[in-house]
């Protein structure tokens, strides 16, 4: 045979080195150069030695032209004409410092012109980015019929686009083309200029260089051509083996061939070799024949490589262009063709670049397309739609039709066409008789299905072949036993893959005289059965796999055989390869045989395969044997002759007898096949098979395949023998051991230790009694259990498991993982056989008594004997769950006990980690733990973060991952694991004793091809035990349901519900569950969806029987609704009311899942059909669904679980997250109303000082509206913004609609609050008209008088003192003269005028004067308690005398005094509430009305006060006519005492406004400095000019104080807004920083205000803090706020000095024209008063004035520079006030157990119910028991989780505390929920203030209320730092 050796070119080997440069056209001194400097350069070696090929490259352009822009700054190629020989590029070398030279063949027309004199690196295909199929397909071809088939591996595809255009568009279309290789594509710009773009390009060039190991030549080009024309040249009847796509490549574009598109995406056809292909003594072959599929070498580097090393082909290179031929052995030959069908075949499947071993199962456990059931399946799909189906249990993927190439031709295409067409009939007939005329044959057959399997197989990589025998046995398939290489031929057997299989059967067994029925459960790798064996010897014409077929199950193909659909006489991979099926029994009358055999199936001629052939029937108990006759001639007869005298009893079938069987000797027949019947054969060979195997035989196992030399067993590999090894060591700690004592030996963590915790941790949640010391003595055992977990979590099993974990490299992990699994499951095998075995029996024995409505003691007895079998079945069940069960109640218990991680502990704390990675990788984890029925929070939350940590997109950290989840619900074994597991390919537990106990969750990944339709990353699915019916459990397993249902529904965005079977009304208990738990989510606003299942129905065909079944579905949910609705108390009808529900859509049908009766029926082909069909409508559904982020599944985890350990699921369930948003909603409103009142503050601040100035008499709402208008707008944008882009914008909207509501009625209320207020400023300036009139008169006479006095004393200028004198005198005189006919306005005496009111409402003297001074009246709202038995004790000196004083304010209706023994009782806690809440209430009414009056305006009158104490009195009969007692007269007395008391400072301050703005004298006072001023520059003969320049300085001085510091007081409330946390965030934030001040302070009078009066302290808080901040903290920055705001001033003033100037100068006018230029420039910025300027006419020079006025300014600037802040106080704006207004204008209702206040930042958030994220002991507040003194200590959270009741006063009877809603309105609108996470504050305050509480409340902690000892070791440090927590956000 003669060879062409394209490895080698002209010239020799060409080793490609780094250093090494080499090219033709440069010279040898360069090249060394060259190298000198790389060797040199050290960087330049590294990089060499990470990319080797760093020597000179030639490149070819080709392609369009119009795909490149040349040009001067193009690196490729600046030069746009063709060139014969290659250019040296600089740019290149410039770049990247190799010598790489280009040659330019762009757009050659004509191919005689084409120069290519040189070797060639990479030919550059350019393509433009619009380029389609046939483009690229019809250049390719041309191109190769230019440069011949070697071509093809030196190409490079570019594909180009403009600068702004997107790439990578074309891919698609370039994928489909087999010629087109994905890892030699490159993009980048047609101008060639990107840096990056080049240098990426010549990496990918570098990298096709290494892998041709030459380069180019016109050698190849030629040869290809010589082939081709041989080819040619041949016969037609010579035989030729060619693919392909050598024939596509002898096309020119001008003729190509007509089926050349036939197959889809271009791929071009191939003629299969026949499975035995005939022997040739000759065969000529083309070394480029490997390139299948036109890809070439490259694509299958993995198989050329493997033939290499077999010694497939030992070429030999030389120089010179002459052919080199070399002999190639026969053997070697057969490889070489062998090689080829395996690239070949490998190819049109697309699998190519995953042999072998490259496909694993996370390319599949993942959400992809939908699976291909119809005839749409391309041969490129074939191998991926395979798998699907196979993992959906859909046994019809070994028969899946493939789509005909042309569409056109429909389903006649495939049936060849007679070229005899157009003939006349005559001829037509000769055709129809003659088997030589030519036909259309197809090319090419369709893949033989065995391939598709074997193909796949061979590219699985270990756990994916695991996964595909585990599917095919449960599929009843045939699976490989021994299994040549496709290469090779070596044979392995896959042992490893079957280690997954388990199988149950049953057989009938003699014992004691009776027959019993023996279930054997085991992994089949364990199984030690019979084994048959099948062999052909020669051809046959009958079917050796479908005899065997009909001896195992008739109906089922378990092997595949000729006449399966898509079976072809081409097939690869199969041949030589042994198949092993297993026939299991039922213990029925129905069973083929008694036990459980083995059938093995050699495919092929077992002539041919000796060593299978030994193998096989070495290790048969019996062995078949089929031959075409039976005769001594043949060459099967030394075969049969050796079998024959072997002692293995052997059955020999002829082909050509038709004789039944007879008996040659002893354990020997023989048996005719001809003319037979397949069922008669069928039943005589089942009898004879049955009969051999009854007596003595050889048993097999299949883990005894490992002691057969010759044969390669998978176990042996490395990295599974590691696995093996590191878990033999660890389970061989379990050897010997009773299987029921392991668990409890050495995972004591999970045993009793947990489910003690659980018990005690529900406990907590129902507590009795003394309810704080028995949750302290609970709490306590929780501590000591965790204590005992973790002395007992170091056992040599959990040690050697997580040793392994932590230490192994991931790839011996994940087989470690797998073999502990499978060591473990083997452990109970036996056990677990007989102990379900009698739970079975049992189990019936019990249904039996219940039948029969039996109620005797014998039925109790019976089901004690179940539930010790089952307590024995949960013992002896132990799988990997337990072990990660183990680890995580390690790593809950070190958490709680916060210990550090150490090695003698197994290093916890890294255990959520390894859990993650398994979780990641397709590892289903436990949910909840189903033995304790407990979800353990701790470890779950540690796990889930480590899973979000590791799937964070490195890309975007900020994004969060989202999924979807599903949940499904059912009863018990009604398939929901084994439905997920076929819809997802999961791994969830469905054999036999290893029922889902719990919940478990598994992600799959959403593939990226369908990503773009889903706003989610992964689907996390969790599978749940199964439900009970109530009939056939007690109350607690209903319980247990009840919670495991709602639980599962809330976390699902989608529940499946699974019903097994037709008939709802046996689903009745379930469903109502089910209902039940929904409607607790339609109630605590979780809406998920559900889609029903019935699973095992008969005929799902039945349209009619499935409306049907819909119609009573639906009855029976409206049913169960309108019961549950009854016990949740909820107003719904139907179903449909609870969730969006059509029972049209919602509810789908299933096949039932076996094909017959199990063990040996397959999968019903329906049943996967339905999985997908329902697959489709969850995905479908699913899209149209946000998911949820991994951070909130997490929180709705803690939420439902805690909420469900209460009875009242609904009132104790909390969204932690719907709470974190709704927290950061309260702070962006927060931020928004701000902005809106800073703004408003401006323009307030702005009009209130144009009043002043008199420029305006009236505000209209409208302009304020208009004002604010634009700022409105914005924060409107602003909150469109958030709502429409916030991550939880589907929370957000719930809020959206009520808080733009808020913000509008916000602004409205704020604007109308600023008219009003000016209103009053302008009312207030009408009222002092009189007065202003009045000033300019005065100030006009003063002025003159000053003038005329100047005038007269100018020579006593020079005399200050004498000046001073004579201006006191007479100034006095002047004021007199001026006020001659006014009456001066009287300070009031408030003191003298509240002893009038009171005589006037008829109060004793003494009562007054008494209560005065006393002094006590001032604490009349904090005083603990307002009826105390008067107490001898003389406590006077006591600092807490006030409160111990006794004095009695409450008297009984009856007459009763203080002293008999009814009053003797302390008054009911909830009476002295009411009556502070009554003072309160009194107070703030009072002051209301009092600030009504127009003090300011119109001055003070003693009637005010009158009106209010008649008030207060009215509030008080009104208040005691619904007691039983009455409020005594001291009372009254110091109620109205500490009235007058609040109202007075506010009347002091109004009066004070309205005598300076009203009192001429006091007006007049007040000028005297300022007109002395005037006088004094006068008398020292200053001009006009220059004294009216010193009166508008002192103007100035006095405005520009008072404007600086209001400016100042906004800018500081705003920067303390920012900056100041206490004042940032919301309402809650506020209350921490109160309650820590409080705590630093331990200021327990503080603490007693804030907890009767919180807005108060909140108020004196935040008052505190402006001053720290202000004067201490950040007085430096105040300062520079204050010093701006000056600055600021003076820019204006100065502005105006210059505007009113040159207004004045421009148009010629006088002073009076300059004062009104100046004011009115600065009439919204100071507040200037009237100018007098009628002594002044004479100012002429103005410019002058203006010096004269800047040069004072100046003056007063310094001056104000060096202002104190203290200064601020004296004016109209307060920053503390203005925060004050901004901060508590929110909720303050408080809890009525403990007086916690509601934390919502909104004052009215109805319909939001009032709630506090911690509240308190009802200590704090002073609750007692009843008719004692003893403190009631218990917090709120804890009394509405427990039994007990308070005493309702209103109602007169005892309300449970779990009932405190319907105690009316001031209890319904409070949300408690029942919390074990208690503030240590409040334990804390209550230790820390224990005497002071007893004095003040004259209560006692003492008896019940005794403060647990627990409480007492919270440092002060704790409880500051445990307020954290309530601000603290959860994670989203």
Not at 545 to 568: A, D, K, V, W, Y
Request: proline share 3%; hydrophobic share 35%.
């Amino acid at each position: 045979m003669e060879e062409n050796s394209d490895d080698t070119a002209a010239g020799g080997e060409r080793e490609y080195k780094a250093g090494c440069l080499t090219s033709q056209t440069h010279n040898n001194a360069e090249l060394e150069e060259s190298a000198a400097k790389a060797k040199c350069d050290p960087m330049n070696n590294l990089h060499e030695a990470q990319h080797p090929v760093m020597s000179a490259l030639t490149l070819v352009l080709i392609g369009d032209s119009n795909s490149i822009e040349i040009g001067p700054k193009n690196i490729l190629i600046d030069h746009d004409e063709p060139t014969k020989v290659d250019q040296f590029s600089s740019k290149l070398y410039d770049l990247c410092g190799r010598h790489i030279s280009v040659i330019n063949m762009l757009g050659f027309p004509n191919v005689d012109k084409i120069p290519l004199n040189q070797e060639v690196d990479a030919f550059l295909l350019l393509l433009p980015n619009n380029v389609h199929s046939g483009h690229y397909k019809g250049t390719m071809q041309w191109l190769e019929s230019i440069f011949g088939t070697a071509f093809l591996s030196y190409v490079i595809t570019v594909e180009t686009r403009k600068q702004g255009e997107k790439c990578g568009s074309a891919l698609t279309v370039l994928k489909a083309n087999s010629s087109f290789s994905e890892k030699r594509y490159h993009t980048c710009t047609r101008d060639m200029m990107n840096e990056n773009e080049i240098t990426a390009l010549l990496e990918t060039i570098d990298v096709m260089v290494l892998e041709n190991k030459q380069r180019y030549t016109r050698l190849m080009c030629d040869e290809s051509k010589d082939q081709r024309e041989d080819l040619d040249n041949k016969p037609d009847d010579e035989e030729r083996v060619e693919t392909g796509t050598e024939e596509m490549k002898t096309e020119s574009p001008a003729e190509p061939k007509e089926n050349s598109d036939d197959h889809p995406g271009g791929e071009s056809e191939y003629n299969p070799v026949p499975s035995e292909p005939k022997e040739k003594d000759i065969m000529e072959e083309s070394s480029d024949d490997t390139a299948a599929g036109g890809e070439g070498e490259h694509e299958a580097d993995s198989l050329t490589s493997r033939t290499n090393n077999n010694d497939t082909l030992n070429l030999e290179m030389s120089g010179n262009k002459d052919k080199q031929s070399v002999n190639i052995s026969e053997e070697t030959d057969r490889k070489k063709q062998r090689q080829k069908e395996t690239e070949t075949l490998l190819s049109r499947l697309h699998l190519q670049d995953r042999y072998p071993q490259k496909l694993s199962p996370a390319d599949f456990l993942q959400i992809g397309l939908p699976v291909k059931h119809s005839h749409d399946v391309s041969e490129k799909d074939l191998a991926n739609t395979f798998l699907q189906r196979l993992m959906m249990l859909d046994y019809r993927a070994r028969y899946i039709p493939v789509k005909q190439d042309n569409p056109e031709l429909g389903s006649l295409q495939s049936v060849p066409m007679s070229n005899s067409d157009d003939t006349e009939d005559s001829d037509d007939l000769d055709a129809l008789f003659n088997n030589d005329v030519d036909f259309d044959q197809p090319k090419q057959s369709q893949v033989h299905p065995m391939d598709v399997q074997m193909a796949v197989f061979h590219c699985s990589n270990s756990f994916l072949k695991l996964n595909l025998i585990t599917k095919l046995s449960q599929c009843q398939y045939a699976l490989p036993l021994l299994v040549p290489d496709p290469l090779t031929r070596d044979i392995e057997c896959p042992l490893w893959t079957f280690r997954q299989i388990i199988k149950t059967w049953k057989i009938n067994e003699i014992k004691a005289n009776s027959t019993t029925v023996t279930m054997k459960h085991m992994p089949i790798c364990k199984a030690e059965t019979s084994m048959v064996s099948f062999f052909r010897l020669g051809s046959l014409s009958v079917s050796k796999s479908q005899l065997m077929n009909s001896l195992i199950n008739e109906r089922h193909n378990t092997f595949f055989h000729r006449n399966c659909p898509g079976s072809t006489k081409s097939c690869h991979l199969i041949d030589g390869m042994a198949e092993i099926a297993w026939y299991f029994p039922a213990a029925t009358t129905d069973d083929s045989f008694t036990d459980c055999i083995a059938f093995c199936n050699l495919r092929g001629d077992a002539l041919l395969l000796e060593k299978q052939r030994e193998i096989l029937t070495e290790r048969s108990s019996v062995n078949v044997v089929l031959v075409p006759t039976l005769e001594k001639s043949q060459k099967s007869t030394g075969v049969i002759s050796a079998l024959y005298k072997f002692q293995k009893p052997l059955i020999i079938l002829v082909a050509d007898s038709d004789r039944g069987a007879i008996k040659m000797k002893e354990g020997k027949y023989k048996m005719g096949l001809k003319d037979r019947s397949q069922s008669d054969v069928s039943d005589e060979l089942k009898g004879l098979i049955g009969n051999m195997l009854s007596g003595p035989h050889t048993t097999f196992k299949l883990e005894s395949v490992t002691e057969v030399t010759g044969i390669r067993v998978d176990e042996d590999d490395e990295v599974c023998k590691k696995g093996k090894s590191a878990a033999m060591d660890m389970v061989g700690l379990l050897q010997g051991m009773d299987v029921l004592k392991i668990k409890g030996t050495f995972l004591p963590c999970q045993g009793q230790l947990w489910h003690k915790w659980c018990r005690t941790n529900k406990e907590l949640y129902h507590l009795k009694g003394d309810i704080e010391e028995e949750k302290s003595k609970k709490q306590q055992e929780l501590t000591q259990i965790r204590r005992d977990q973790c002395k007992a979590s170091s056992s040599k099993l959990m040690k050697s498991f997580t040793d392994s974990l932590l230490s192994l490299p991931s790839k011996d992990k994940e087989y470690y993982l797998k073999w502990t699994q499978i060591l473990i499951d083997s452990l109970s095998t036996d056990d677990l056989s007989l102990i379900l075995q009698r739970y079975d029996e049992k189990w019936s024995e019990v249904l039996d008594l219940k039948k029969k409505r039996d109620k005797s003691d014998l039925l109790k007895s019976k089901q004690n004997e179940l539930e010790q079998i089952s307590n024995e079945l949960q013992s002896v069940t132990f799988g990997l769950e337990h072990m990660f069960r183990e680890m995580g109640q390690i790593y809950e218990a070190h958490k709680s006990q916060k210990t550090r991680t150490t090695s003698r502990q197994n290093n916890w704390s890294k255990y959520p980690e390894l859990a993650a990675d398994l979780m990641i990788s397709g590892h289903p984890m436990e949910l909840m733990d189903g033995d304790a029925g407990h979800v353990p929070l701790t470890w779950i939350s540690g796990l889930l973060d480590e899973v979000i940590k590791k799937l964070k997109d490195p890309q975007d950290p900020q994004k969060d991952l989202r999924v979807f989840v599903l949940s499904v619900l059912g009863v018990q074994s009604s398939g929901k694991s084994t439905m997920l597991n076929a819809m997802f390919g999961l791994q969830f537990a469905v054999s036999a004793g290893r029922c889902t106990k719990g919940a478990f969750m598994q992600l799959v990944k959403v593939s990226e091809e369908i990503k773009k339709d889903f706003k989610f990353d992964y689907i996390l699915v969790v599978d749940t035990e199964g439900l009970r019916a109530q009939e056939l459990a007690g109350k607690a397993t209903y319980h247990h349901d009840n919670e495991l249902a709602t639980f599962v529904v809330g976390l699902g965005n989608m529940t499946l519900i699974n019903i097994f079977g037709e008939n709802p009304a046996e689903m009745q208990d379930v469903l109502q569950i089910i209902v039940q738990a929904f409607m607790r989510m339609k109630k605590v606003k979780l809406s998920p969806s559900c889609v029903f299942v019935h699973q095992n129905v008969t005929d799902i065909a039945a349209a009619e029987r499935n409306m049907d079944g819909k119609r009573r579905l639906q009855e029976k949910l409206d049913q169960m609704t309108q019961l549950a609705a009854k016990e949740e108390v909820c107003d719904v009808e139907c179903f449909s009311d609870v969730i969006a529900f059509d029972v049209q859509k919602d509810v789908k049908y299933f096949a039932q899942l076996w094909e017959g009766s199990p063990p040996m029926a397959p999968p019903n082909p329906g049943y996967s059909k339905s999985v997908q069909e329902l697959k489709t409508i969850i995905l479908s559904k699913a899209s149209q669904s946000e998911g949820i982020t991994l951070k909130h599944f997490k929180t709705k985890i803690h939420d439902l679980w805690n909420a469900l350990m209460n009875e009242h699921f609904v009132f104790s369930f909390k969204n932690t997250l719907e709470i974190a948003v709704y927290r950061q909603l309260e702070i962006q409103y927060g931020n928004w109303t701000w902005a809106l009142r800073s703004n408003l503050l401006t323009i307030e601040n702005q009009l209130h000082t144009t009043i002043e100035n008199g420029k305006l008499d009236k505000i209209e709402l409208n302009y304020l509206s208009r004002e604010m208008s634009t700022k409105y707008e914005e924060i409107k944008k602003e909150m469109t913004i958030y709502f429409k882009d916030s991550r939880d914008k589907e929370m957000l909207v719930q809020w959206q609609g009520r808080f733009e509501n808020k913000i509008k009625e916000f602004l409205e209320d704020e604007v109308k609050e600023v008219k009003r207020k000016l209103d009053e400023v302008i009312q207030q300036k009408k009222a002092c008209k009189k007065l202003d009139d009045e000033k300019t008169e005065f100030e006009n006479k003063l002025l003159q008088k000053s003038k005329e006095l100047a005038h007269q004393l100018r020579d006593k200028a020079t005399d200050e003192k004498e000046l001073k004198k004579e201006f006191d005198s007479f100034w006095s005189h002047w004021v007199t003269e001026l006020t001659a006919d006014t009456k001066p306005i009287e300070d009031i005496d408030l003191e003298e005028d509240k002893v009038k009111i009171l005589e006037q409402l008829s109060f004793e003297c003494c009562f007054i004067n008494e209560s005065k001074s006393r002094g006590d009246y001032k604490r009349i709202p904090i005083i603990g308690n307002y009826f105390q038995k008067p107490s001898n004790e003389n406590k006077e000196t006591s600092k807490k005398s006030w409160m111990k004083r006794t004095w009695q304010y409450v008297q009984q209706k009856t007459g009763m005094t203080s002293t008999t023994q009814k009053a003797k009782n302390v008054l009911e806690h909830e009476e002295q509430e009411r009556i502070r809440s009554f003072i309160n209430d009194v107070e703030h009414q009072s002051l209301n009305a009092i600030k009504t009056k127009p003090v300011a305006t119109r001055g003070y009158r003693s009637a005010y006060l009158l009106e209010v104490a008649k008030n207060v009195q009215n509030s008080m009969t009104e208040f005691e006519s619904e007691r039983t007692y009455k409020l005594t007269k001291k009372f009254t007395v110091d109620l109205l005492l500490y009235v007058f008391d609040r109202a007075a400072s506010w009347l002091i301050e109004s009066h004070k406004t309205y005598k300076m703005n009203n009192d001429a004298h006091t007006y007049l006072d007040s000028k005297k400095d300022y007109y002395y001023i005037i006088f004094r520059s006068f008398c020292k003969g200053n001009s006009s000019a220059v004294v009216f320049g010193e009166l508008i300085c002192e103007k100035l001085k006095v405005s520009t104080v008072e404007a600086v510091c209001n400016k100042t007081a906004i800018d500081l409330a705003e920067e303390m807004r920012c900056n100041v946390p206490a004042f940032s965030g919301n309402r809650m934030n506020l209350e921490k920083h109160v309650l820590k001040s409080l705590a630093e302070k331990k200021d327990f009078d503080g603490f007693i205000t804030y907890i009767r009066q919180p807005r108060t302290q909140a108020e004196t808080f935040i008052k505190e803090e402006v001053q720290k901040y202000i004067f201490t903290k950040q007085k430096g920055r105040a300062l520079t706020i204050l010093k701006k705001n000056v600055d600021d001033i003076k820019i204006r003033v100065s502005k105006a000095l210059f505007t009113a100037t040159s207004e004045v100068q421009e148009k010629g006018g006088n002073i009076n024209m300059w004062v009104k230029e100046f004011s009115s420039f600065l009439k919204t910025d100071l507040t200037l008063g009237t100018i007098c300027c009628q002594n002044f006419g004479d100012i002429k020079e103005f410019d002058f004035l203006k010096e004269e006025i800047e040069n004072g300014l100046t003056s007063i600037m310094e001056e104000m520079s060096c202002i104190s802040l203290e200064k601020m106080k004296e004016f109209r704006l307060q920053p503390d006030q203005i925060l004050i207004d901004q901060l508590c204008k929110c909720c303050w209702v408080k809890c009525p157990f403990c007086a916690a206040v509601c934390t919502n930042t909104l004052e009215d958030h109805d319909p939001d119910d009032h709630s506090v994220p911690f509240h308190r002991s009802t200590a704090v507040k002073g609750w007692h028991k009843r008719n004692t003194k003893i403190m009631s200590i218990e917090f709120c959270t804890t009394k509405v989780a427990s039994v007990r009741r308070f005493y309702h006063r209103e109602s007169e009877t005892s309300i449970p505390y779990k009932e405190y809603r319907t105690a009316g309105p001031r209890y319904k609108n409070w949300r408690i929920t029942p919390d074990e996470s208690k503030l240590p504050y409040w334990k804390w305050f209550v230790c820390q203030f224990q005497e002071q509480l007893e004095d003040h409340y004259d209560l006692k902690f003492e008896g019940r209320g005794e403060i647990p000892s627990e409480w007492r070791n919270y440092s002060r440090e704790d409880a500051i730092e445990s307020l954290d927590e309530m601000f603290k956000q959860p994670e989203e």
